[in-house]
């Protein structure tokens, strides 16, 4: 590991509604080094997109930071202005997302799409944009890559999208790539292989990988440290061998007892009960103590701080 | 749980569904003056038996078929070729009203229950509409009757005046389970019931399906594509691969003693929750073919490590190796090819 690359202290962010303010990212912290893979983990509505939209400048109109600090090196994200914002994404920092068909242009082709940044970014010529697309697309494996180019993306199978998409955004050299969900949507042998690249890939070219899941299995592969996320606040954080071999916090501990094995067989699963909160109607005390199997009226009043029992570990409940 | 025999996993062996050379093809056409006609084979000869009780899961990929093979189960599709029972009744040959009949029998749970349950109707009344359409129950009974589903599936009083959308994912899906419930079918067919959900979510319902099965001595034909759910509720096991069936067996034979190798190679890609046990390689390289144009001989050769000539060139026969234990494939994996692969693994 090496520098430090990423640091967000506190953010939070609000959406605005018919009925006022939902505050959906409510005081996230956590920071990546170079050359590191981070999981932020979490359920539907537990913030984790949101968190990385923010972090790309690209929420949606009726979103907003309205409290905390992004640095990335030594920008003050909330600082800089719109211009500078749009040259780091792309250069700097990049994105790939669930669904490459709705990310990627229907009526271009793949070698449109792929040149068009490598000219804008690089101010390279249409010969040698051309050039350097095709590296791209044999560095992600994809076969035929000069026929590939002159694909349109919906003659494409999504696995081969997605590694367009994973082309594209490596293009420029980023130094941090956000993939938000980037196999939820492929069949089981070909996240494998996407999963394979994207650890492959990371091995070459030093670029950090901040990757957004829900799946406790795509952690134990790609990641080097996990961000737990509950009701849109971090609620434990460790290296990956940690996290898996000794988790603290009772709702990290339900998801993974709750996920069925494939090399072992129970009568019933663990479930963790009720559902995840309502922004709009956040319990008090700790967020989560109505689901806890450990709650008592402390949790009820106390709102837990993110508390580190070691150097990497962090967890935010009373009870452990 | 006493009268099930946990040692092989098998539930009385009454044969209550039973589908021979099952096929279903679709014909789609390209291009407008040049009129270009295709088939595609969704599911091209596929032989199974549910047994009374128990559940059958069947795995795949996209393309597959599995979902076809589900909606032709239910009398939704009509099949090309071949023939379903049900309880010694042949379903595929039933006319309209007959169809209708013995749908009783038989129900679905859908993946998404916010597309499958309509947005301007109540709790109640989704509950309800089965019961009313085949003239069940009516005024104070039906009510009695849908409260009665609702706690089956843990849902409160309170809520039958409720809206879908005011219901979260999973509390949807109780609310498609108990509709399904509703005409006190035999068979359910689970089409990718629990895939949508968050995994908390997941482990409460596969608990409440098989809670629900104790009780009402449901069989249920479980179609998804996540191995380890699939694993958690089936007593056996289905893996199909464009439009074919490659192998069946128990739920244990199919986990630790593979004998298709694409079947190995799909355990092999599901991603564990563990670090220490992280894959530093893949065993199964290329994409799914497309199904309208499928290759010749066993359709998984090209993506196969042990093809050779025979593969390519001719369709392997589904045959039972051991007893209940099905493949297709010429040579089905041995304990000291599985050995194979996993050294070869081990070593890049």
Do not use: W
């Amino acid at each position: 590991m090496g520098e430090q690359l990423l640091d967000i202290q506190d953010l939070k962010v609000r959406f605005k509604t018919d009925d006022g303010y939902v505050s959906t990212v409510n005081g996230v912290t956590f920071h990546m080094e170079e050359g590191e893979t981070l999981a932020i983990v979490g359920e539907s509505g537990s913030g984790k997109s949101v968190t990385s939209l923010a972090l790309m400048g690209i929420l949606p109109p009726n979103g907003e930071v309205y409290d905390g600090n992004m640095t990335f090196e030594d920008k003050n994200l909330r600082e800089i202005s719109k211009k500078e914002y749009r040259k780091l994404r792309g250069n700097e920092m990049s994105m790939i997302f669930q669904e490459p068909m709705t990310a990627l242009n229907p009526v271009f082709t793949i070698g449109f799409q792929l040149r068009e940044s490598l000219m804008l970014h690089f101010n390279l010529s249409k010969d040698e944009a051309q050039k350097k697309g095709i590296e791209m697309l044999d560095l992600v494996g994809i076969p035929d890559s000069e026929k590939t180019m002159s694909r349109f993306p919906h003659q494409l199978s999504g696995g081969m999208r997605q590694r367009v998409m994973i082309a594209m955004a490596l293009s420029c050299n980023p130094k941090l790539l956000i993939a938000d969900e980037p196999t939820t949507a492929l069949d089981v042998t070909i996240q494998s292989q996407i999963l394979k690249l994207m650890r492959d890939l990371k091995i070459d070219s030093n670029t950090s990988i901040l990757i957004i899941t829900h799946d406790l299995g795509v952690v134990a592969e790609v990641a080097d440290r996990v961000v737990v996320m509950y009701a849109g606040e971090v609620v434990e954080e460790a290296p990956v061998y940690e996290l898996f071999e000794n988790p603290k916090h009772p709702y990290t501990k339900g998801l993974m007892s709750s996920m069925p094995k494939v090399h072992e067989v129970v009568d019933d699963l663990y479930s963790i009960e009720g559902t995840v909160p309502n922004p709009s109607k956040m319990p008090a005390g700790c967020k989560f103590h109505p689901r806890c199997p450990l709650a008592d009226e402390e949790c009820t009043l106390v709102h837990p701080d993110l508390e580190y029992i070691n150097e990497s570990h962090a967890k935010r409940c009373i009870k452990v | 749980m006493a009268e099930i025999n946990i040692e092989n996993n098998r539930v009385e062996e009454e044969i209550i569904l039973e589908v021979q050379n099952l096929k279903k093809h679709f014909e789609i056409s390209k291009g407008f003056i040049n009129k270009e006609v295709s088939t595609v084979r969704a599911v091209d000869g596929v032989d199974f038996e549910v047994f009374k009780g128990e559940t059958l899961g069947i795995v795949g990929e996209s393309g597959c078929g599995k979902s076809t093979t589900g909606q032709l189960v239910l009398g939704l599709l009509e099949p090309t070729e071949g023939k379903i029972y049900f309880q010694d009744n042949e379903i595929s040959a039933l006319n309209q009203k007959e169809l209708r009949a013995a749908r009783r029998n038989l129900q679905v749970i859908f993946q998404d229950p916010y597309s499958s349950l309509n947005p301007r109707m109540t709790v109640e009344d989704i509950i309800g509409e089965p019961l009313v359409v085949h003239k069940l129950a009516s005024g104070k009974e039906l009510r009695k009757k849908v409260l009665r589903l609702m706690n089956l599936v843990g849902l409160q009083e309170h809520q039958m005046k409720r809206y879908p959308h005011e219901f979260s994912g999973g509390q949807r899906q109780r609310i498609g389970i108990a509709r399904a419930l509703a005409l006190e079918p035999k068979v359910i067919v689970c089409d990718e019931a629990v895939s949508a959900l968050d995994v908390s979510i997941q482990a409460q319902i596969l608990n409440l399906l098989k809670k629900l099965q104790r009780q009402l001595d449901l069989t249920y034909i479980f179609i998804a594509h996540g191995l380890p759910a699939v694993r958690h509720i089936s007593n056996r096991i289905g893996v199909m691969y464009l439009g074919r069936m490659v192998e069946l067996a128990d739920r244990n034979a199919i986990f630790e003693k593979p004998l298709h190798p694409y079947t190995y190679a799909l355990l092999d890609s599901v991603p564990i929750p563990d670090p220490k046990l992280r894959k530093e390689s893949q065993v199964i390289e290329g994409e799914i073919p497309n199904p309208s144009n499928p290759p010749s001989g066993c359709h998984f050769h090209p993506r196969c490590p042990f093809a050779n000539d025979v593969c390519k060139n001719e369709v392997p026969e589904y045959r039972e190796i051991f007893d209940g234990h099905y493949v297709a494939c010429h040579y089905p994996l041995t304990d000291h090819e599985t050995q194979v692969i996993s050294t070869e693994k081990e070593k890049s």
